[in-house]
């Protein structure tokens, strides 16, 4: 039996069999390193990047000790945002299938608060939320942490740079001293172990290697003035041509001046930031996942957590202020064994952050002249689908299947032509192929979905 089977550690046989039925073999280096620490009852600081099986970690973790006859909460998991929660409580509930009656609840802002309420008095063992809106509950009395066995800190730096240490302190006032810790970082800085220190009981430390491996991803450098950087994306796009792109920026206004720039450009890109209104962040988000955005302008907070399979594509539009951050960004593509693409765009004022990244990489940065950049030809960067969003979500009972009816059947659009479907609680989503696009928004706002009449329109 090797060391990295998920067998050789003390987990029940019914983990084992539903771990073996979701396909995880072997454990990953990040997986095989904290959770001998983690099933002992120990705390933990791991640092570790997005993509390298942490929530499969800390969830395997958590539900060793739960007992599923208890149903107040037992594991508290904070998360810096929404999407991160929504993705880890998806995480949590496959983990959780070979268990009875485990139940898991999403605790977030820019949601109304009573439904909450409501799920709470059901009873949860497992909460996965964001700082702000667990605080509430706590205030409220809607939320009781006294049997808390686990705790974990999820994107634990990300948290601290939206400004949470306070909060995550208060929270942690609220539960028992005996709890086990966990924490969950990209970076080291400062705070984290301000954090450990005030709130971790001699917590052990595993680190995983977060550098890429070159062959999966390459790496360019293009030296620019400062007046070249706008022209200088809109080259890179057309030289690479790439179906998904993020382009990270430093600050919203920055984020915003790069989209008026493509858009005037005639391609298609969208922002998102930190004042985005939640409705238009799920709107932004579902367009870039189902491809019907090409570029996605983002800044680094806005950035973390979103859960894109297959990105050929990243630009630094201005190098990151920290070489892990740097390291973040390119791992964003490349993932799931496809190759991918990292380009960064450096002033010369900005140097020292290039030298930066050199010296963490331990090679070499690969330079290009921006003259080798060759357009390929072609109209402007246009995505191949096309969104449609309805009127009606989750609160509605509207569910996939009836988007999907309503097209093949009725509109008699084939279903291979029909892409991701998102919906939210109160909008639905839906991308077909852009030629199919006015067909698809004349049979959905003409007929019927789910018996009744729903507004249709076009992003």
Same mark, same amino acid.
């Given at each position: 039996m090797t060391a990295t089977a998920f067998s050789s550690l003390a987990l029940s046989p019914a983990m084992l069999a539903n771990l073996e039925s979701l396909g995880y073999a072997e454990m990953t280096p990040i997986q095989a390193q904290s959770l001998p620490v983690m099933l002992k009852g120990m705390d933990l600081i791991a640092q570790a990047k997005t993509g390298s099986g942490k929530t499969a970690a800390f969830g395997i973790g958590l539900l060793a000790p739960l007992n599923p006859r208890y149903f107040g909460c037992q594991a508290l998991v904070l998360c810096p945002t929404r999407e991160l929660a929504d993705q880890v409580a998806k995480e949590l509930r496959r983990l959780a299938r070979g268990e009875d009656n485990i139940k898991i609840l999403t605790l977030c802002g820019g949601v109304p608060f009573g439904p909450?309420? @409501? +799920?709470?008095?059901?009873g949860a063992q497992i909460i996965v939320g964001t700082p702000g809106r667990v605080q509430q509950h706590l205030a409220k009395g809607t939320l009781k942490l006294d049997g808390l066995n686990t705790l974990v800190l999820d994107e634990a730096d990300r948290m601290l740079d939206m400004g949470f240490y306070d909060s995550i302190a208060e929270i942690i006032g609220h539960t028992p001293e005996r709890r086990q810790t966990l924490l969950f970082s990209a970076t080291y800085p400062a705070g984290i172990k301000q954090l450990s220190a005030t709130f971790m009981r001699n917590p052990q430390q595993v680190k995983v290697e977060a550098l890429h491996d070159d062959s999966q991803i390459e790496q360019r450098f293009y030296e620019i003035t400062p007046d070249e950087r706008m022209d200088a994306v809109v080259k890179l796009l057309n030289s690479y041509r790439p179906t998904s792109c993020v382009a990270f920026c430093f600050t919203k206004q920055q984020c915003q001046e790069v989209v008026d720039h493509l858009t005037a450009k005639g391609m298609s890109a969208a922002a998102l930031h930190g004042d985005l209104e939640q409705r238009d962040r799920d709107q932004v988000l579902a367009m870039f996942a189902n491809r019907s955005?090409?570029?996605? %302008? /983002?800044?680094?907070?806005? /950035?973390? @957590?979103?859960?894109?399979d297959a990105l050929d594509m990243v630009i630094n539009v201005e190098l990151a202020r920290d070489s892990e951050i740097h390291i973040h960004r390119v791992g964003r593509t490349g993932r799931a064994g496809e190759k991918g693409l990292a380009m960064s765009l450096v002033a010369p004022a900005e140097g020292h952050r290039a030298q930066a990244i050199e010296t963490l990489q331990k090679s070499p940065l690969n330079w290009h002249p921006l003259s080798s950049l060759k357009h390929q030809g072609g109209a402007p960067l246009q995505p191949l689908m096309m969104t449609l969003c309805i009127g009606a979500g989750r609160k509605d009972k509207l569910?996939?299947?009836?988007?999907? @009816?309503a097209l093949t059947g009725e509109g008699g659009i084939p279903g291979a032509q029909v892409g991701k479907i998102a919906i939210f609680d109160f909008?639905?989503?839906?991308? %077909?192929?852009? +030629?199919? /696009?006015?067909?698809?928004?004349?049979?959905? +706002?003409?007929?019927?979905?789910? @018996?009744? +009449?729903?507004? %249709?329109?076009?992003?």
């Open positions: 909450q309420i @409501g +799920s709470l008095e059901h955005l090409s570029v996605l %302008v /983002a800044t680094d907070v806005a /950035a973390r @957590g979103l859960d894109i569910r996939p299947g009836d988007i999907l @009816g909008q639905a989503y839906v991308a %077909v192929e852009r +030629s199919l /696009a006015v067909q698809a928004l004349k049979c959905l +706002s003409e007929g019927k979905i789910k @018996g009744r +009449s729903l507004r %249709v329109r076009t992003l």
